[in-house]
């Protein structure tokens, strides 16, 4: 059985969800982990396996709006003190051996991987920006070309890219690469859908203040997440995150409200909820995760400064079209994702690569 070192980008909760669904797997067939992840990624997956705090270069937000200055700090903490954090992880590696090393968006890990020799598998949703072309609107051309320099920059020193996604373009030509469907969590899988009447809402990147009132004026049942208190106000029954009540809500909900988080989208289209994305502005991630869900006819994308009176009502006119489209697609890729690590693990890169 392998030895494996894992670097988990440890901003927010879904890169480390992701990681804990494929350690999980990965530790019952025998394979030990050592952990490098930071912030809310390291507390999630303490609770489990060993973990090494390294500080990364990780997304900050201020209402509901990308916070760059605050990144671009955090970013330039990072690199002044990536000559020492690449020492102590290198002693690290002399002392626990791995045999291989998986990346989830984390910076640290792909760079001593390949200073020590060791294949190392890049698996994230970030990589299918800058492994794949994607057609965007030319307002948000000079973000696109940003985030794919910083992706180039300080995430792509792996031997081999797996980009988990629930729009699945081509890899590019020699980008070492290769998309599967969304990894999705056992306790979603396990659930059966149902259609109830009340909508989903979760916020997680910043509030918006107006929105909540915006809510109060529609005549629906919205069950709302983000806001971390318990009441009922209205129509609105705000209620804080905890894992197995969220989900049930998912599962049985009429359709979703959202920013742009690939995770809670992909699980939203498993259970056939059509998406009302709200993606943060200025993060590109989210943008492009919305502008794909609406090609695809799976949702819609808006904004929160146009929160108009005929917005959700002109969704939910769509409701029908967008559950038929939803019901032709394919959003758990768990199997096909196992079968991807069993080859590079045993290889030291994905199939089809020589």
């Not at 598998?121 to 990589?127: A, G, K, N």
């Not at 489209?325 to 690569?353: E, K, S």
Request: with cysteine; charged share 20%.
């Amino acid at each position: 059985m392998a030895r494996i070192l894992y670097g988990v980008h440890g901003t927010q909760h879904g890169h480390a969800i992701r990681a804990l669904i494929l350690a999980r797997r990965l530790a019952a067939l025998g394979h030990e982990f050592l952990f490098v992840s930071s912030e809310e990624g390291a507390g999630l997956l303490s609770r489990e396996f060993r973990v090494e705090r390294f500080e990364n270069p990780g997304t900050r937000y201020k209402n509901q709006r990308l916070d760059t200055p605050a990144t671009l700090k955090l970013a330039a903490r990072t690199l002044i003190k990536r000559p020492s954090e690449l020492a102590r992880l290198a002693r690290l590696i002399a002392d626990f051996k791995p045999d291989a090393a998986i990346a989830d968006y984390e910076y640290f890990v792909p760079i001593a991987a390949k200073r020590a020799g060791i294949p190392c598998l890049s698996i994230d949703h970030q990589h299918v920006i800058s492994c794949c072309d994607h057609p965007v609107p030319w307002r948000l051309y000079p973000d696109y070309l940003g985030i794919r320099a910083s992706i180039r920059f300080l995430f792509s020193a792996c031997s081999d890219y797996l980009a988990i996604s629930f729009f699945q373009p081509p890899a590019k030509p020699g980008a070492r690469a290769m998309v599967a469907p969304p990894i999705l969590r056992q306790s979603v899988i396990d659930r059966s859908p149902s259609q109830g009447s009340h909508i989903l809402v979760y916020q997680s990147c910043g509030i918006c203040d107006a929105f909540a009132p915006y809510l109060k004026t529609i005549d629906r049942e919205f069950r709302v997440y983000g806001y971390k208190v318990d009441n009922v106000d209205g129509n609105l029954t705000f209620r804080s995150y905890a894992e197995d009540g969220f989900l049930d809500d998912l599962a049985s909900c009429a359709y979703v409200i959202c920013g742009g988080s690939h995770n809670l989208m992909s699980e939203a289209l498993f259970y056939g909820k059509p998406v009302l994305s709200f993606p943060v502005a200025g993060a590109f991630e989210q943008q492009l995760n919305a502008i794909y869900l609406e090609r695809l006819g799976y949702g819609k994308a808006a904004s929160m400064e146009r929160l108009t009176p005929g917005l959700i009502p002109d969704f939910e006119a769509a409701l029908p079209a967008m559950r038929q489209r939803i019901a032709g697609g394919r959003f758990c890729g768990n199997q096909d994702v196992f079968g991807l690590i069993d080859a590079f693990l045993r290889d030291g890169r994905l199939p089809g690569r020589s």
